[in-house]
């Protein structure tokens, strides 16, 4: 099952796969959302691919989501809790599965799902397929920092990597950060363990020397540390999936708990309660700011068409985020541009020789 | 240079020797740091190593200080920029190397410096030395969560563990949350990608296998997630010191990313100021329990003696605390317990064999 390109086989007819029955308030959550993002992008068209007998009241009952969505049917749906060699074996009629294949088969150029998180990630990489200049996936997402959104990535589709993973990490976040985030030149931090007397390892050193390298036209900034991620040093933060995972987690729990503290803060008195109430426009617009639902989807970056991860629990707002994120990655050439960069690392210059693992 | 014990030697005079000279602000913020200490420590006793012209006057000053302090003299200070080798080299008259050496002397039980890092590292090690059941040092620090102070370790001593370093650093910070937090049990958690489809690496599969055989008498969680930091599911949290390193200064970036935002809403408006007044008791008691200061200090355990580096720039505040935590090292038979803990994991049981780096 070869991923044809548009042009060879005539048959890309929709901007998105979406997978309708994929999460906690699937499929409600999932059409909800696609009514928001029917707004944001007028000229998408969805195939939401599900349960037929239950999406097509539910989408005749919101015509936005209607106008650009056709139902495939998929007789069943992956469980939540399913292993995802399970879902390999037992998913092939699921809303998942037939979601994903149809990127594989080039009649969609990404999907969308909230679904099981690895039966995702195990059936996109071998349904859709990993790029053949990249050795392995990343997956990736977007941070809110003091400058403004940051690209994260690999937060745990490695947790072992070697120099040459982090080069190839570097160049699709390069990529996706131009994509999603607009940005024209993306800064590149590698994430070390930085000051001078605690010496990073050989692998992030060896991935430093080849992104230095002028051939590989990236904005590498160097080194970084984890308090540069919410400082917002850089655009694009490269780490190992197992560095990056905990990193993510560690940063969204020290944010929670600082909010669960507030929250106890402005209930601990009636003065305090008051406080709240006047300090509220400027506190409900750094909770907006904050608002997970804004950084919803994981990125799974580097396969032959572009796969997004939407939180299980979201909402529609935070299904559209997710959806968003696609779509731009869809329509501004993000595949293309990592193939170019990719590329230009094959050039004569440095490279990374007998990689460590 | 072998460290005797006290009563081998009948040496040991001094509770910690203090090296007087380390720190952006030394040594006056050391020695009023000595004052709060000695209110706290009233049968303590510190040798205080530095210029002996400079620090006899500031020491008259300070009467509650100079009552628990005896100067000794040494005629040079490590500089802040000074790379460890060099330390080792040319600081053999400095402050922080005499202070060290009256520790592997047996003189005094422990050292606290808010001098050069990467020096106190180093020549901690190279004179006071690993105790011989121990592989690797490691670096901990102490961090608030939703449910009391956790100590994390590695941060940042050890870039690559085997899985025995691993078993090696949760008993060490089972030793020193015991000592430190007087906690009988505290759990330990071995930091993990943790959720189902991302899979944790071997070397952390490998350590949890012997942390959990009852032989160990250790109060073992089980893997958590970044995520449980802040949350404060266990008391202990062990990672490579790669993990660790990152992990730290992430979560110190978002808790001051929050900061921020805070005080810009409470600046946003008219309003927002008054809101600020009304809630200021309980934001000032938010603020005060999360003050950097009273997380001050960086332990370097596994060494045959207690050695605590102190914030560079810290007040007399923060350098007491990093004496708190030292202290309670020593009155607490810190590394007694150590010995104790790795002596069952060398009776039979489940061991770590063929550790991986």
């Not at 990073?200 to 904005?219: F, H, I, W």
């Not at 708990?257 to 509220?280: C, E, K, N, W």
């Not at 529609?316 to 869809?330: P, W």
């Amino acid at each position: 099952m070869n991923v044809a390109t548009p042009a060879e086989a005539g048959l890309r007819r929709f901007s998105l796969a979406i997978d309708a029955m994929g999460g906690d308030h699937a499929p409600e959550s999932v059409l909800d959302g696609l009514v928001l993002a029917a707004e944001r992008h007028p000229r998408a068209q969805f195939l939401l691919v599900g349960d037929e007998a239950r999406l097509t009241p539910l989408l005749a009952a919101r015509p936005a989501a209607a106008r650009v969505c056709a139902i495939r049917h998929a007789p069943d749906a992956i469980p939540g809790d399913m292993k995802p060699t399970a879902a390999l074996r037992q998913g092939r009629n699921s809303s998942m599965r037939l979601a994903i294949d149809a990127v594989a088969q080039g009649e969609a150029a990404g999907v969308v799902s909230a679904g099981n998180t690895g039966a995702l990630m195990a059936l996109a990489k071998i349904v859709v397929k990993t790029m053949p200049e990249i050795g392995r996936p990343a997956l990736a997402a977007i941070a809110p920092s003091a400058r403004g959104d940051v690209v994260m990535l690999d937060l745990g589709a490695n947790v072992q990597c070697d120099a040459r993973n982090l080069v190839e990490f570097a160049i699709m976040g390069d990529a996706f950060a131009r994509a999603v985030l607009g940005l024209p030149g993306p800064s590149i931090g590698l994430m070390n363990v930085g000051s001078e007397e605690l010496k990073g390892d050989d692998r992030v050193r060896q991935a430093a020397e080849v992104l230095r390298a002028p051939s590989t036209a990236l904005n590498f900034h160097g080194f970084i540390e984890g308090h540069d991620i919410a400082a917002g040093t850089v655009d694009v933060v490269v780490m190992d999936g197992f560095t990056g995972n905990v990193a993510l987690k560690t940063g969204e729990g020290a944010l929670k708990l600082m909010r669960d503290m507030l929250r106890q803060v402005f209930t601990s008195s009636i003065p305090a309660r008051m406080g709240y109430l006047l300090a509220r426009p400027a506190l409900d617009r750094l909770r907006e700011w904050m608002d997970p639902r804004r950084y919803n989807g994981a990125i799974l970056l580097g396969l032959n068409g572009v796969v997004v991860k939407s939180h299980g629990g979201t909402d529609a707002t935070g299904f559209a985020h997710a959806v968003d994120v696609a779509m731009d990655m869809v329509t501004h050439g993000f595949i293309q541009q990592i193939r170019d960069s990719l590329s230009r690392l094959a050039t004569p210059g440095p490279s990374v020789t007998a990689p460590q693992d």
